[in-house]
């Protein structure tokens, strides 16, 4: 990825107004309620498949793999998703906007296994009634840590926020989502925009958000997300909102510019556990909702704060020990970035979901995984052209 111009990060503004070439979405979280329900459905399939087949559940994501077209994830996990326009007249889809992968992609009419007209109901996009649609015709197909989803890519203007047009998008049109299975299925979102860099996005396709700043449609080369606590979040484009956060942001260099990868310096949680390692690998990924390290550190971590896991290898811990949690301190640059304790649990039906997942990676991938519970309590800029995160304390 090269690009002409330098920006510095003394020419980043904040911005408490909207201005030309800054848009704001309003992200629309999923409910604490259809996360826990969703991990008593995993749970009880689970158990079933067992009884059923007389061997263990294997139901653990697949890590991230050396072929470009594989993610690290399945969006069983996603919270967070808002609204982009695709041809002309616009064509309206719920997307995640995830900083964990790198492709634009949509349903296309006449897709299977794209939810169905009672739940899950998914809108489709008809490239017949673009005017602005081009063809393109290579196939496309991503995997998952459920399986993979195909279709063939296409070329046409995508509208952001109304009034941002980022033109001649390549975008893939899918026509079998089956690889993600119910998470998909019962799942509020329609695609994935990927906010990620083009060095992993499937056949090197420029991403949105390169095109928005090779086109010069935004202000500043930034997008920052604000998560809110409990309601909607905001992602802006083209700069960030100074009301969203406390203090100065501080930001740290990329480890990797393909997912959004950092060094960590350590993890601890308060005086029972502590990942200092050295050289630990992270990403911010805003298409995650928990948090995710190695099964080994998360196994020693739920010990020390006294979550048990169920057959799923998600943990829980008594309702009644949340208020006593202790802090989750990610250290980054010699900083602290804390994660109250109980802050650290999803609680809903009177199910106490502690939100971190054990997950190995293959040597190259990241080692730990820093979603939506972290950047909750964290408001994050990502800056595309200088390689940089900048953290500042969310309000």
Same mark, same amino acid.
């Given at each position: ?107 296309? %009419? ?39 989803? %195909? ?245």
């Amino acid at each position: 990825m090269t690009f002409q111009a330098l920006f510095l990060l003394s020419c980043l503004a904040p911005l408490s107004v909207a201005a030309e070439g800054v848009v704001k979405f309003e992200l629309h979280k999923r409910s604490d309620e259809a996360m826990i329900a969703s991990h008593l459905k995993r749970e009880r399939d689970a158990l079933l498949a067992m009884f059923k087949s007389g061997e263990p559940a294997n139901v653990h994501l697949r890590g991230l793999q050396k072929h470009e077209n594989e993610v690290i994830k399945d969006y069983a996990n996603a919270q967070y998703y808002g609204s982009v326009s695709i041809g002309t007249p616009p064509q309206s889809f719920q997307v995640i906007f995830d900083t964990g992968s790198s492709n634009l992609w949509v349903p296309r %009419v006449g897709c299977t296994h794209c939810g169905n007209p009672i739940f899950g109901r998914k809108n489709k996009f008809d490239h017949d009634k673009s005017d602005s649609y081009e063809e393109d015709g290579a196939d496309f197909e991503i995997m998952y840590g459920s399986g993979s989803v %195909v279709g063939t890519f296409s070329v046409d203007s995508v509208t952001l926020a109304d009034d941002l047009l980022v033109s001649e998008q390549r975008f893939a049109e899918v026509s079998d989502a089956g690889g993600l299975g119910m998470a998909y299925a019962l799942g509020k979102f329609d695609g994935i925009l990927g906010l990620g860099f083009s060095s992993i996005s499937i056949d090197n396709t420029p991403t949105v958000f390169e095109n928005a700043i090779k086109q010069d449609v935004l202000d500043q080369p930034v997008f920052a997300f604000y998560l809110g606590d409990g309601g909607p979040g905001e992602l802006t484009f083209g700069g960030y909102d100074s009301n969203k956060f406390e203090g100065d942001l501080t930001f740290v260099k990329l480890d990797a510019a393909t997912y959004w990868q950092i060094v960590l310096d350590k993890v601890t949680a308060g005086d029972d556990y502590s990942d200092d390692s050295g050289s630990i690998t992270a990403i911010v990924d805003s298409g995650t909702s928990l948090l995710a390290g190695p099964k080994v550190e998360i196994s020693k971590l739920a010990k020390a704060v006294g979550a048990k896991a169920n057959i799923m290898g998600e943990y829980t811990i008594p309702c009644d020990q949340v208020e006593s949690l202790p802090d989750l301190v990610f250290t980054i640059d010699g900083n602290d970035y804390a994660i109250p304790g109980k802050d650290t649990v999803i609680q809903a039906q009177g199910t106490c979901l502690f939100a971190v997942l054990g997950m190995d990676f293959p040597e190259g991938g990241p080692q730990w995984i820093l979603g939506d519970v972290f950047m909750r309590k964290w408001y994050t800029v990502f800056n595309y052209v200088d390689e940089t995160i900048g953290f500042a304390p969310a309000v």
